[in-house]
């Protein structure tokens, strides 16, 4: 199966933007959906988006995790039965899913990088509805691949990084935690991923972690984009516990990747190279 033209819904979010990017240099039709006009919880919608569809690549998420905790009705519905209702209408139009998920579906607890078989436990509410998002689609009986990413960053979007440089601007000394471990992974790099999955021929079905190579704590990641910026800004360890936050989050948010290495047949960047990529693109 290869695809000559792509919808992707939430396509004007940080990862969505990057997706259209990638797919419209790759010769795709592209067609973006995206709020206030296109609303995934919206079935009729959603029904008229995927007929007009060869595939279709989910983005649309109620992404603020700390706010999630007090509206789990919204994070439910956008992140939850909105996708579990997408899958129905695909599975009735044999149009196949891509859909974006996350590490949050995990509680962090282990002390390996979480390969794609091990056990969920959503510690957030956001990690529950994007769980729960996961587990009706698969239930909806349609072709679907889930992509789950983690501590991405991008050109169209407000991330960690773009948050700590910001703050090193009025600060001389910054705390940043250094028991949070994963690698930080450049939306444009999932984006070549996630079309050259929908270019291999047939359709990658199934659940696949993508990240960059290799981990680094948030403390770590700081101190790596500090030196790369020329930023003078001390920065000094300290714990998750420190901070006092809505919502729970993993600590060890590593993934292992061979699923998605095997059938690609490479291995993404070094978390490193591809911030340093990133940052000679702004
Ligand atoms: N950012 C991360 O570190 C991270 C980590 C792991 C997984 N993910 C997952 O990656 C995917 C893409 O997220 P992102 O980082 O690109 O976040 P994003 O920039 O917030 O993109 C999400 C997009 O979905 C849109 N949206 C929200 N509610 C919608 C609705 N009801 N109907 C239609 N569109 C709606 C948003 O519009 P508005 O901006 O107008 O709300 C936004 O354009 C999501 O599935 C997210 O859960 C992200």
């Known amino acids: 199966m ?3 033209a792509i919808t992707i819904l939430g396509g004007r979010g940080m990862l969505g933007s990057d997706l ?19 609303d995934v919880t919206d079935e009729a919608q959603v029904e008229e988006v995927v007929s007009q569809s060869e595939v279709v690549i989910n983005c649309a998420a109620y992404t603020n995790v700390e706010k999630a905790e007090s509206h789990v009705e919204l994070a439910n519905q956008v992140n939850g039965y ?14 196949p899913v891509v859909h974006i998920s996350t590490d949050f579906v995990f509680d962090g607890a282990t002390h390996a990088p979480y390969r794609e078989t091990d056990a969920t436990n959503p510690l957030s509410v956001y990690g529950g509805s994007k769980l729960l998002g996961e587990t009706l689609l698969v239930e909806s009986g349609c072709d679907h691949c889930i992509v789950r990413i983690q501590w991405t960053y991008g050109r169209h979007g407000t991330h960690f990084i773009s948050k700590i440089t910001e703050a090193a601007k009025t600060r001389d000394v910054l705390t ?4 949070q471990v994963g690698s930080p992974t450049h939306t444009a790099e999932i984006a ?3 079309i050259d999955l929908l270019e291999m021929g047939s359709f990658p079905a199934g659940i696949y972690h993508c990240a ?9 990641m700081t101190r790596y984009l500090f030196e790369q910026l020329g930023i003078a800004t001390k920065v000094q360890p300290c714990k998750t516990s420190d901070f006092k936050t809505a919502a729970r ?14 059938l690609l047949g490479r291995a993404m960047l070094s978390w ?9 693109t702004l």
């Open 20 to 38: 259209a990017a990638v797919a419209a240099g790759r010769g795709l039709s592209v067609r973006v959906y995206d709020l206030p006009e296109f």
């Open 272 to 280: 490193q190279d591809m911030l340093k990529n990133y940052l000679e």
């Open 212 to 220: 960059a190579s290799g981990y680094a704590s948030r403390y770590e």
């Open 249 to 262: 989050r993993p600590l060890n948010s590593r993934f292992d990747c061979t699923k998605l290495q095997t």
């Open 176 to 179: 940043v935690v250094d028991d």
């Open 192 to 194: 070549k991923v996630v």
């Open 2 to 4: 290869s695809f000559t």
């Open 82 to 95: 909105a996708v579990g209702r997408l899958g129905l209408i695909a599975s009735g139009l044999n149009v």
